[in-house]
């Protein structure tokens, strides 16, 4: 059964680095997402990803965040400049076209020191 | 954000008896409503769904039931197995669209004993 990937499983990081997270959405899917989940809290929304274009983003989506499909596979969420306050689980999710449900990878567990 | 509400943080139930989870929701935008599983350590599994437009939906030992007056959704399992025990999250999306960005609830803990 075709699934969503994310690479690191976990990726411990220094304040102020760059990091880039990345995930391979199923196949044929469309439409892309990242969320995240901070410990103990709801999974929030980040970002969602069509067309190779942004379709929308949260408050938490700003400047420090960005997403890319480099290629027929991939797709990443760099963080620019990590603070501790981003240290959380982080999902990919992809979805079909016409399609409802969206479907999630296993995480990214980062951990900004 | 308090959109989308589990107001149970945790529930027990006895293998073979029905476990009822409960979601509640505020928002009369969201047009399609979700529900995952989640072990710890790995990603929501998608379980079942259901369109805003419809008041049941049945996929196996899997219910779920929608009461848009009330903005309240339930997922029912029957009869449920100790591999049932994770954490299960409703979700809701809004935007009428097909990317819509899910909210998710705060999660309920089910524990299945055998």
């Known amino acids: 059964e075709p699934e969503v990937t994310q690479t690191p499983s976990h990726q411990v990081t220094q304040m102020g680095q760059e990091v880039i997270l990345r995930c391979v959405p199923i196949?044929?899917?469309?439409?892309f997402y990242w969320y995240r989940q901070i410990l103990g809290q709801k999974v929030e929304f980040l970002v969602s990803?069509?067309?190779?274009?942004?379709?929308?983003k949260s408050e938490i989506f700003d400047d420090q965040f960005s997403v890319e499909r480099p290629d027929g596979s991939n797709f990443t969420l760099k963080i620019r400049s990590t603070k501790l306050e981003d240290s959380a689980m982080y999902f990919c999710?992809?979805?079909?076209?016409?399609?409802?449900?969206?479907?999630f990878g296993p995480g990214t567990r980062l951990t900004v020191l | 954000d308090q959109q989308v509400k589990q107001n149970s943080p945790s529930l027990s139930v006895q293998e073979g008896r029905i476990s009822i989870l409960n979601c509640d929701y505020t928002?009369?935008?969201?047009?399609?409503f979700l529900w995952y599983k989640k072990y710890p350590a790995e990603g929501p599994t998608f379980l079942i769904s259901?369109?805003?437009?419809?008041d049941k939906n049945e996929d196996g030992r899997f219910t779920v039931f929608l009461n848009k007056s009330a903005k309240h959704l339930s997922l029912h399992i029957v009869p449920s197995q100790p591999g049932d025990s994770a954490v299960y999250f409703c979700?809701?999306?809004?935007?009428?669209?097909?990317?819509?960005?899910?909210?998710f609830g705060q999660g309920t803990i089910l524990t299945v004993h055998p």
């Open positions: 999710a992809s979805s079909g076209l016409f399609a409802n449900e969206q479907f």
């Open positions: 196949s044929n899917h469309l439409y």
């Open positions: 990803f069509y067309n190779n274009e942004i379709s929308e």
């Open positions: 928002n009369s935008m969201f047009d399609y």
């Open positions: 259901i369109s805003s437009i419809k």
């Open positions: 979700a809701a999306r809004s935007g009428g669209t097909s990317y819509g960005k899910l909210t």
